[in-house]
């Protein structure tokens, strides 16, 4: 009964996307008053859109956004910490212990597994969190921004749309990113199937910055 009520849910989702996809197409074609778009951009904007959609819908967790923080002097700056924003699409219990992330650049493929702690995010900066304290360059911790039954603190869970939390990973020194660096980083839920998240280092403007996807 729980796999049929997914497949619905996830249906349903997937329909309701087709209809953003579409409304998304009409837009963009609607804005183009001279006519520069070919039919082969539109399918790739079809395809696009189709392939990002599923990639999160199948796997229960979508990714808002993720963050990295520059550490070092001006001329050599490097991304040493990275915090990925993960939410539930639907209300299902998935087991973050279960969680693995794959990092992997050009030289090195690390496998990160769960440490074991999380813990509320309270008063504290998401970068300077005690917890950064328990984790190493092969595992990472999860830092929880709102969880109002404590499901994920107390039991590694996260089982409703509400829940919010930062995979939070501390890279090996051989992997942290420079401006312009890539690495892909792929995670594998215990429900679902994995994504595949592409981050690329933009301009240390600033030490906190946003990849942008």
Known sequence: MDNAGTTGITITMLLISSVVMGATIFNVTSNETEGNISENDLAELAQQLTDDTVDEITTYLKTPYILGKYYGSANHQKIEKIVINVESWISKDINMSELTIELYNENSVR????????????SNDVFEHPIWNSITDYNFGIIVSHDKDNSLVDYDIINDRTDMAF?????????????????TVILSPSNGITRTLELEAPLPMKSVVNFGL
């Open 167 to 183: 995979l939070s990973i501390k890279l090996p020194e051989n992997m942290a990113m420079s401006k312009g660096d890539i690495m």
């Open 111 to 122: 496998i990160l597994s769960y440490s074991g702690y999380a813990e509320a995010v309270e």
